[in-house]
């Protein structure tokens, strides 16, 4: 299937991270993250939909290791990314209310939340968290990635590679939403292989990790 406008970074495995004169640090949730965390939900999504503190709590003590934050050069949080890996390949409304659903060695990255705070929007900063959500969802084997998102802004995710399936099986916060998924197979790999960097480097060692992939 033809993935349009297809964009990817290929230098989103540096810690640091860089668009145009901001800089971002990504690093993993911790405990005393929560506080942020719950702040940054009830500002980026409506009160139906967005996630309380108790239930991040809860789905930060089960996989901490699949919050994914990033912070401006001051430490001020700039977006986070969160979701649990399962074996099973549809999103459903069970899993935002049940953490025990992740399974370490599931073939699937689900992603619940992509919250920009407000005063960096429109300056690519999710999109610099979503390719490492991806590119680590990638390094551990996964099929893929899959996530819910409104029908405004399937284009948006369109551009990272994600297909539209349609209706969701979810009705969070009462709201219609679209289950999109980025599968990590021929077409993603092939993709790979004609973008473009500034560093000719990245470009070879890309069209190498592609060739090897669709060989393997």
């Known amino acids: 299937m033809y993935r349009a406008g297809f964009v990817f970074n290929l230098t989103g495995r540096r810690k640091k991270e860089e668009h145009g004169n901001m800089y971002m640090y990504i690093k993993k949730a911790e405990k005393k993250d929560l506080d942020v965390l719950a702040n940054a939900a009830a500002t980026c999504f409506p009160a139906a939909e ?53 399974d370490p060695n599931g073939d699937w990255q689900m992603i619940f939340s992509l919250c920009t705070m407000p005063e960096y929007r429109h300056k690519g900063m999710a999109a610099l968290l979503l390719q490492r959500v991806i590119s680590q969802a990638e390094e551990a084997g996964r099929k893929g990635v899959v996530l819910a998102c409104k029908e405004h802004m399937i284009p948006y995710y369109e551009r990272f590679g994600f297909v539209n399936e349609g209706l969701s099986e979810s009705k969070h916060g009462g709201a219609t939403w679209y289950q999109m998924r980025l599968t990590f197979d021929e077409d993603y790999y ?27």
């Open 50 to 102: 967005a996630a309380s503190k108790e239930r991040i709590e809860g789905r930060l003590s089960v996989y901490p290791d699949y919050f994914w934050i990033g912070r401006d050069e001051f430490h001020e949080l700039v977006c986070y990314a969160a979701g649990p890996v399962t074996k099973e390949g549809t999103l459903t409304d069970n899993m935002y209310a049940d953490p025990s659903v992740h």
């Open 190 to 216: 092939l993709a790979r292989m004609f973008q473009v960097s500034d560093n000719p480097d990245d470009n070879i060692q890309a069209i190498e990790n592609a060739v090897w992939n669709l060989l393997c």
